[in-house]
């Protein structure tokens, strides 16, 4: 739990967006079986706005060259398909998603 959070202090001085006052979402609590969608990104759609950074509730998406969740602990709540400005993320069922990927 202390490095997740030492790692998301790291990155807030880059996050150019955001004026403060800043605090570190974090979820400590791994997901497991329970989630039945997760949010899958369209990299070609998505113009790195960070939308989806600012507003994730558990603190689970990540801003690089593209945006990558961390599945292990995002709960699949949608807030950032919603909020996404180009529609790059969508919700996908669990079932298909594991069907796709074998």
């Excluded at 800043?22 to 899958?40: C, E, L, M, Q």
């Excluded at 990104?41 to 706005?49: A, D, G, L, P, Y």
């Excluded at 599945?71 to 950032?80: L, M, P, R, V």
């Excluded at 398909?81 to 079932?95: D, R, W």
């Amino acid at each position: 739990m202390q490095k997740l959070v030492e790692e998301r202090m790291k990155k807030l001085p880059s996050m150019k967006k955001l004026n403060g006052p800043y605090s570190v979402k974090i979820s400590d609590v791994k997901t497991g079986t329970w989630r039945n969608k997760r949010p899958v990104i369209t990299n070609e759609k998505c113009v790195r706005c960070g939308i989806c950074v600012e507003d994730c509730p558990c603190g689970v998406v990540e801003l690089t060259e593209v945006i990558n969740f961390d599945y292990d602990y995002c709960k699949g709540c949608g807030i950032c398909a919603n909020e996404c400005p180009k529609k790059a993320i969508v919700m996908v069922e669990e079932s298909k998603f594991k069907d796709e990927v074998k």
